[in-house]
């Protein structure tokens, strides 16, 4: 009988992968930062977030590139990172534009992905990616709809479920708008302020309303800086303070109500941190069978 984990076992675990994350980058010269609820969980908790089942971090496209070439080239030889699996952005298995680092031999179930049976189901660590942004808000604006329409259309591709209508609307218009055809222009927008070296910065593959999606490039500082997460430290923006009130207003230092702590997304609706996804997969690779 599979064991009911709880959420510290879960934490645990992904603290495992940020740190080899962590060992990788610093080896390759590689910068990063935790993101959103990450940066926010290590300036207010010193760790994760208590009710917080995921990690999320930054790189900009340039240190991004250069993670996604040197993990798939140097892990498979390197006995430290053999065990993860690099899902990258923009594949038919995964056609979200984040990539992740996939610990194998373990399952992570969202009910958001259940019906992509093609993507890795493990513990993860998301990696998304800060691009150079313009400061007319119009030019940010369309920059923002190009990566929108390219994430809905993503979720529509990966079989995302939603009881709205009006979002089931959305996700099959997505597979009309966003063609073959489209669908490189949408991505080749999205980058045209790269190498610019604007005064802004932006990530528009993630939940946020358009408002919080961009904030200054100074935010991010000359270097990272590291701060005490659970029992290690791990980098955030050297100016991360002003970061989270752009993100999250001047009261983010505050604990939310419960109201707020029970709508926040739920990663891992099926875990088991011994055994991996594939042992959770019926033989005609069609169905779940966790729950039978």
Not at 19 to 44: H, P, Q, T, V, W
Not at 67 to 92: I, M, S
Request: glycine share 4%; hydrophobic share 35%.
């Amino acid at each position: 009988m599979k064991k009911d984990y709880t959420l510290k076992e879960i934490q645990s675990c992904i603290l495992s992968i940020i740190k080899d994350i962590d060992i990788f980058c610093r080896e390759n010269n590689i910068e990063y930062y935790l993101m959103g609820g990450s940066a926010l969980g290590a300036m207010r908790h010193k760790g994760f977030i208590p009710w917080d089942d995921d990690l999320d971090i930054f790189m900009t496209v340039d240190n991004y590139n250069k993670f996604l070439k040197l993990f798939e080239e140097k892990a498979p030889t390197d006995k430290r990172f053999q065990k993860y699996f690099l899902q990258k952005e923009n594949t038919k298995e995964w056609p979200l534009f984040l990539s992740r680092v996939c610990l194998t031999g373990t399952t992570m179930v969202s009910d958001e992905f259940k019906f992509n049976m093609k993507q890795h189901h493990t513990v993860f660590v998301d990696i998304m990616c800060l691009y150079s942004a313009p400061k007319k808000d119009m030019a940010r604006k369309f920059q923002y709809i190009a990566a929108q329409l390219l994430r809905v259309n993503a979720l529509a591709l990966s079989g995302f479920p939603n009881e709205s209508l009006a979002k089931r609307v959305a996700l099959f218009l997505s597979k009309i708008v966003v063609n073959p055809l489209t669908r490189p222009l949408l991505i080749k927008y999205v980058h045209r302020y790269e190498g610019k070296n604007t005064e802004l910065v932006g990530h528009y593959f993630g939940r946020a309303r358009f408002r919080r999606t961009s904030f200054l490039r100074s935010y991010l500082g000359s270097k990272p800086r590291y701060v005490p997460f659970e029992d290690t430290e791990l980098p955030v923006f050297e100016n991360v303070e002003e970061y989270l009130v752009a993100r999250f207003g001047d009261k983010w230092m505050e604990m939310p109500s419960q109201e707020t702590k029970d709508q926040y997304p739920v990663h891992g609706n099926f875990v088991d941190l011994e055994k991996d996804y594939t042992e959770y997969i019926s033989l005609d690779g069609k169905h779940w069978i966790y729950g039978e």
